[in-house]
């Protein structure tokens, strides 16, 4: 597991909240709680849930949601219903695979020459253009003044139900006028398509791999007049 998870002393709110300061969890009895939380920082860097899932205190202890946390320490969740048990990481029967650590791309191509693109896990950590730090990526960073574009091609081999990951500029090129534009194809179909351009807040993907063969992440730009960068932040494959 991460270590990031290790010492974290937050509570783990699993029921669900009510508007107002109480909270019910099924089966159980109404309680008070006191949503007092002003921010939460991870690495330094703020964030806090969106919607009615704020973070509240009960008996003491600050209680967070689940599924917010792992995304903010770029760990899957899952609970396990039969079991009641929540599952974080690579745990019980959901395998985890990281691209360029556990599964590489079979072919890599791109359309410049002044292209460059790397894949790091464990590394320096970089941020994104809203400020959030990451340690596990992909980037692309592309030359001014040419069409530009990259695609990994990824061998599934049907072993595969999903990838999750957080999309977004880098930060060092947040005030590009060059908008950079990501496509993702599954087994030669085109399942997803956004341009991110500055000013633009990262967006979390998740991409259905069901059976799935191949997988083709391509990252592009048009006729840019400055240099440009996107990342694919914390991303990982299901089995």
């Known amino acids: 597991m ?10 783990v709110g699993i029921g669900s909240l009510v508007t ?9 009895k109404m309680i008070e709680v006191f949503y007092n939380v002003n921010d939460i ?8 849930p969106e919607g009615d899932l704020l973070p509240f205190l009960y008996k003491g202890s600050t209680f967070v949601p689940l599924a917010f946390m792992s995304d903010a320490l770029g760990q899957p969740v899952k609970w396990d219903a ?10 019980g029967d959901a395998i985890v695979s990281y691209p360029g650590k556990d599964i590489n791309p079979i072919e890599t191509q791109s359309g410049s ?20 730090e990451h340690s596990n990526y992909h980037t692309y960073v592309f030359a001014a ?7 990994n091609n990824y061998n599934l081999n049907g072993e595969y139900k999903s990838f999750v990951a ?55 730009t048009a006729n840019g007049i400055d240099m440009s960068g996107l ?9």
């Not at 107002?20 to 159980?28: D, L, P, R, S, V």
């Not at 039969?82 to 745990?91: A, F, H, M």
């Not at 496509?183 to 991409?207: C, H, M, N, R």
Request: avoid cysteine; glycine fraction near 10%; aromatic fraction near 10%.
């Open 113 to 132: 020459y002044y292209n460059n693109h790397s894949v790091e896990y464990g590394g320096e950590s970089i941020k994104d253009n809203n400020g959030n």
């Open 20 to 28: 107002g300061a109480t909270a019910f969890a099924a089966g159980g």
């Open 41 to 48: 920082k991870v690495n330094q860097i703020s964030k806090m």
């Open 231 to 239: 990342g694919i932040f914390d991303g990982y494959f299901i089995k």
């Open 145 to 151: 003044n040419t069409d530009n574009w990259i695609y």
């Open 2 to 11: 991460n270590d990031k998870l290790k010492g974290l002393l937050i509570g």
């Open 82 to 91: 039969k079991n009641k048990t929540v599952l974080i990481g690579e745990n």
């Open 166 to 220: 957080e999309v977004g500029l880098l930060e060092r090129y947040k005030n590009s006028l060059t908008p950079v534009t990501l496509t993702v194809s599954v087994d030669g179909k085109k399942v997803y398509a956004q341009e991110f351009k500055a000013g633009d807040i990262p967006v979390k993907i998740k991409l259905d791999l069901e059976k799935a063969v191949s997988l083709q992440f391509k990252v592009s």
